[in-house]
């Protein structure tokens, strides 16, 4: 199998797999206790938590570990509208995001969807022209998790900023992580969140960077672990797997982008005048390609029975029929979305996979 739906799960680097080992034996204590079984889960989370701030450039009080992306964008925008906050956000938004902001409306707060250009791309300007004195959250992604399309999230954070200093801010970074390097202080957000099976951690964990004096009210009640922004017990093996996954792939960037770019570069001259990009820029991982009158959802079925897993759809999309919000956004119609399908790269990604993926490609719109 060649997989090329990195952009859903990627498979779990070994450096995870070697730092989770002993947890899943001796070092089994829940870190809220106060035995000596329990501070050694206790030191190797805040250990994990010490380092995960390095790496974003920030304070080991300002992240929070979660159970993953969709918790983090959830706390972020549901945890900072208590009271009936309002929240712009841009038509492209993961799924946590938009559902999250819904939810909210049938609350009473008001939320505006800044719609996007035919690329995907929301623009400054407008996200900060839709802010007002009701809204307390900007919610704009990194990246888009179809499309792969790069968000203006350091301009977005100065416009907004400019005008409405009260305002948070808030990037959805998990699929931005997986190939670039992420510094809040250069982002200018107060909240970002990531997810660990996207960069080669494990599933069921994630985090929240919640800037200093971001003040969030937990979605989860209980225990008050996580400084009291998330109730539960730590999920102390993932969360180390997470941050050593973080570790492998920050060190393994030149390496990965170098690799990972000749594979797409192969993979779409081979497919060229058959399969065009919906986009002309994105993430290096990404390859959004539109194939007219061929229905996704039997491509993708064809390529799987040849040995090429690629995705119709966002992995977070359930149901055959329905269409994605991101292609509506950017203009396209039913059919034409339907023709659209999605292949990302990843950090097991070999260059010569490039071509053979493109070959299976050509062979299955062969077989119609």
């Given amino acids: 199998m060649i997989y090329l739906d990195h952009g859903a799960t ?7 797999w070697d730092a989770m080992a002993p947890f899943a034996t001796t070092v089994f204590g829940n870190p809220s206790g106060s035995h000596s079984v329990s501070r050694q889960a206790k030191n190797a989370l805040e250990e994990a938590r010490e380092e995960a701030a390095a790496m974003l450039g920030c304070a080991s009080l300002e992240v929070v570990f979660t159970g993953g992306g969709t918790e983090s964008d959830v706390l972020a925008l549901a945890g900072y509208t208590t009271g009936g906050g309002g929240v712009v956000t ?3 938004e993961h799924e946590a995001v938009l559902e999250t902001a819904a939810a909210l409306t049938r609350r009473g707060s008001k939320v505006v969807v800044v719609p996007v250009d035919s690329l995907g791309r929301v623009d400054p300007e407008r996200v900060s022209a839709a802010v007002d004195r009701e809204t307390t959250v900007v919610s704009v992604m990194a990246a888009n998790n179809e499309t792969g399309v790069i968000q203006p999230i350091s301009e977005i954070s100065r416009l907004v ?12 970074a998990v699929q931005y992580f997986a190939s670039k390097d992420v510094n809040v202080s250069e982002f200018g957000v107060d909240l970002l969140s990531l997810s660990a ?16 004096g971001t003040e969030l009210e937990p979605v989860l009640h209980g225990g008050g672990q996580e400084m009291g922004r998330r109730s539960g017990t730590q999920n102390v093996m993932g969360v180390v797997g997470m941050v050593a996954a973080m570790r492998a792939a920050t060190s393994d960037r ?10 797409r570069r192969r993979f779409e001259l081979a497919l060229e005048g058959v399969g065009f990009r ?5 993430l290096v991982q ?8 061929v229905v996704n959802e039997t491509l993708v079925i064809k ?6 897993a690629a995705s119709a759809a966002s992995a977070c999309q359930s149901g055959a029929s329905k269409v994605s919000h991101v292609l509506t956004a950017m203009g396209y119609d039913r059919d034409q979305a339907r023709q659209c399908v999605r292949f990302t790269f990843g950090w097991t990604t070999r260059p010569d996979e490039g071509e053979q993926a493109a070959a299976i490609v050509l062979e299955s719109l062969e077989s119609r």
């Fill in 10 to 16: 990627t498979p779990m680097r070994p450096e995870a």
């Fill in 90 to 92: 841009s038509a492209v």
């Fill in 161 to 172: 900023r400019s005008s409405h200093p009260h305002v948070r801010i808030h990037t959805d």
């Fill in 197 to 212: 099976h996207k960069f080669g951690g494990p599933k069921g964990v994630g985090l929240l960077y919640v800037k200093e």
């Fill in 254 to 263: 030149a390496r990965y982008r170098r690799d990972v770019e000749e594979a």
């Fill in 278 to 282: 919906t986009v002309p820029d994105s």
């Fill in 286 to 293: 990404h390859s959004h390609l539109s194939f007219p009158g």
């Fill in 303 to 308: 390529l799987d029975r040849r040995g090429l």
